[in-house]
């Protein structure tokens, strides 16, 4: 079974720049496509970003694209979203996924791991 854990979240100013990170133990990430997600208090979880398993292919949401970028490395087993120009109403919970299969998908009910999730707060 595969174990993933969130780092890398914290406060920035609106502006700023994150990234968070993703590590997985228990298996190897490089026969699973990875999405990262996040969550408010209240409100579903929403997609932000996807990446298959060779990295061949990502896909965004458009409330992040151009600003953020997801990346992988297969070698150390960590997958990564870079976030740049952030806003604070990207203020909230980032966790992130695995969907075992080269193809990935925009939907929390297609991953089968989750990792617990990193708090990001971006301040105005």
């Known amino acids: 079974q595969v174990q993933l854990v969130e780092s890398g979240g914290g406060l920035v100013q609106a502006g700023g720049s994150l990234r968070v990170s993703c590590a997985a133990s228990?298996?190897?990430?490089?026969?699973?496509?990875m999405g990262w997600f996040r969550q408010v208090p209240g409100k579903e979880r929403e997609f932000v970003a996807a990446t298959t398993s060779s990295a061949g292919s990502t896909y965004y949401a458009d409330s992040v694209k151009g600003r953020f970028a997801i990346s992988r490395d297969n070698a150390k087993n960590t997958v990564y979203l870079q976030m740049n120009s952030l806003r604070p109403e990207d203020t909230a919970v980032y966790s992130c996924a695995a969907r075992p299969g080269i193809i990935f998908s925009s939907y929390p009910y297609a991953y089968l791991y989750w990792g617990q999730g990193t708090q990001v707060t971006v301040s105005s």
């Open positions: 228990g298996g190897s990430l490089s026969s699973y496509s």
